[in-house]
């Protein structure tokens, strides 16, 4: 029984600082800022080659000759940028090993009254298409060196109920299925998948709610935590797994637990 049907999660991930990434080829989406910014600089850090992918071909300009990477403008949201995207990190490294697919946007409307379309439909593209999109057009490039590790981007609010923006949750619920999913289903090949999801964490995603925040005395998670959390998961053994981060806590996999699956029910 796999986790997402209710078993046991996958093996946690070694707790780790990075080591191992020497001469691996990483791509980061949403790298010019906030957690791909940390991240980048930190498996930079370690020893990788990186890739920083995002809109913001300045800020995304700086980080890659902060690592001494190379940058490349992408929309995560469009599936002919993504595969663009994978083929540059080969053309200039010779492959692809990691990938951090974290691009997203804050969704800026709810359901009723104050829906927007066009809204709608940037956040979904970016926080939902952009990790399908960047994990249909990078598993060629992993499977070609024989496995490697995917992370993408969920949230606290993957894992719980967010009353106050209903459609920011329903993407990164749907980004913790994909990961719980994707997790077992890869693993033959080699092919790590798992989600890291913080709480409100140093980004400007969270830029719209800085004073809410303040007023409500609510930690907001460093960057870096988040960044040393991703190094975790890559370089560990777990797959399908959904690392939550809040302030105080160790970060660590969500246990799914007592989940109903499809199976016989137990005494029937």
Known sequence: M??????AAAPRGDQSDGAGLQGKVAIVTGGASGLGRATALALGKAGAQVVVA???AQGGREVADMVGGRFRACDVSDLDANRALVDFAQEQYGGVDIAFLNAGVATGCGVGEDFDLARYRRAMGANLDGVV????AVLPALRARGGGSIVATASLAGLAAVPLDPLYAANKHAVVGLARSLGPALAPENVRFNAVCPGFAESRIIDHLRDMLSEQQMPVIPAEVVADTVLR???GNG????WFIQAGREPEPFRFRNVPGPGKPVGA
């Open 2 to 7: 796999t986790a997402a049907e209710g078993g």
């Open 54 to 56: 995002d809109l913001d």
């Open 133 to 136: 999109f960047g994990t249909h």
């Open 233 to 235: 998961i890559i370089t």
């Open 239 to 242: 797959t399908g797994e959904c």
